[in-house]
């Protein structure tokens, strides 16, 4: 079993900087795949980024390449997400995923996740 709880965001203006952070109980962690999502109002839960167990591969959406970075510290049981350039359209509660399920294979969809998290609000003003 492992345990999610998402930290990092808050109001920025557009262009501005926030490292959201995704730190995990469990040993077993450091096996798991990971992603970024987020879920703006009256719309779907969007897959945003993912990394490996390893942190070796990873894998964004569009709208946020170039501009995100996930990352972990396996050490720390923790993951990041880094964003940069932010725009008023990446406003959304951000949540993150784990599976240990095929912890190499990078997965976009919500059902290929076990565990998530509470999720943090991250408002991007205009």
């Keep these: 079993q492992v345990q999610l709880v998402e930290s990092g ?15 995990a109980s469990g040993r077993t962690f450091s096996s798991y795949r990971v992603g970024w999502f987020r879920q703006a109002p009256g719309k779907e839960r969007e ?5 490996s167990w ?9 709208s946020v ?5 996930i990352s972990r510290d396996n050490v720390k049981n923790t993951v990041y997400l880094q964003m940069n350039s932010l725009k ?9 995923a784990a599976s240990p399920r095929n912890p190499v294979v990078l997965k976009t969809t919500p059902n290929e996740y076990d565990y998530w998290g509470q999720g ?5 003003s205009s």
Excluded: N, W
């Design 88 to 96: 008023p359209e990446d406003t959304a509660v951000y949540y993150c």
């Design 54 to 62: 390893s942190g070796g591969t990873t894998y964004y959406a569009d």
């Design 9 to 23: 965001g808050g109001l920025v203006q557009a262009g501005g900087s926030l490292r959201l952070s995704c730190a």
């Design 120 to 124: 943090t609000q991250v408002t991007v």
């Design 65 to 69: 390449k170039g501009r995100f970075t």
């Design 47 to 51: 897959f945003a980024a993912a990394i």
